[in-house]
């Protein structure tokens, strides 16, 4: 199956910073990528859908300012926590969707995720 | 509005039993489903979807899921678990109208015991 790389997968910085995560794919262009975050009772929360020289579209309550996403090229999404405070301490995950051009029935392929922890 | 739901936070089963992990779902139009695992700090991995056809959807890792139109329901099931088929589960839904978006349902943690 398709191949998307995520890193880092684990940072710990204090507040006030902020962090970039990169998510690519391997073997496959991606005009499209997904950021989701997944709270500590397991559920998966879409943020932000990531097109490739656009602007990303985020999801209501997801503050725009707060989770910079950058999808520069076809194979890589970055997304930056600015001024991160202990509250965005959680797992992201970035996914991509399979290319299938035939019905865009294509599955998600997900990221390792990346644990952030804000101190 | 698309949605799913996993009734069961948690499902308990001895190894080399089966194992069935449910999922409902609610959406407008024909439904694209899929399952998902996550193993422990690790991204979620795709086990199988249901586009189209046979209700029977084969999967990875021997794992297979039934289509129910009139249930509305898509349970993950397989013959025989193994103590490494434990981890969360997360059945999603698709929507034909948005096919960029994915609803993923809050999750089943399957616990295998030797």
């Known amino acids: 199956g398709a191949v998307v790389s995520q890193h880092p997968s684990r940072v710990i910085c204090k507040s006030g910073t902020s962090v970039k995560i990169e998510c690519r794919s391997l073997?496959?262009?991606?005009?499209?990528m997904f950021w989701y975050r997944q709270f500590p009772k397991k559920s998966l929360m879409l943020m932000a859908t990531?097109?490739?020289?656009?602007?990303?579209?985020?999801e209501q309550g997801v503050e725009k300012d707060k989770f910079l996403i950058n999808h520069a090229s076809l194979t890589l999404s970055t997304l930056t926590v600015t001024s991160a405070h202990p509250e965005d301490s959680s797992f992201y995950i970035c996914?991509?969707?399979?290319?299938?051009?035939?019905?865009?029935?294509?599955?998600?392929?997900f990221g390792e995720g990346s644990r952030l922890t804000v101190l | 509005a698309q949605s799913v739901a996993q009734p069961e936070d948690q499902v308990n089963v001895a190894e080399g039993n089966p194992l069935t992990v449910k999922c409902t779902y609610s959406?407008?139009?024909?439904?694209?489903l899929f399952w998902y695992v996550q193993y422990p700090n690790r991204g979620l991995q795709f086990l199988l979807k249901?586009?189209?056809?046979?209700?029977l959807v084969k999967g990875s890792y021997g794992f297979e899921a039934e289509f129910n139109k009139s249930q509305t329901s898509f349970h993950l099931k397989k013959p025989s678990a193994l103590v490494s088929d434990s981890a969360l589960y997360f059945c999603?839904?698709?929507?034909?109208?948005?096919?960029?978006?994915?609803?993923f349902g809050s999750g089943t943690k399957l616990n295998v015991k030797p």
């Open positions: 996914s991509a969707r399979a290319p299938d051009r035939a019905s865009n029935t294509g599955e998600l392929f």
């Open positions: 073997d496959f262009q991606a005009t499209t």
């Open positions: 990531s097109n490739e020289g656009s602007k990303a579209t985020y």
């Open positions: 959406v407008s139009g024909n439904p694209y």
């Open positions: 249901y586009i189209t056809g046979d209700n």
């Open positions: 999603a839904v698709r929507g034909p109208y948005n096919f960029n978006k994915f609803y």
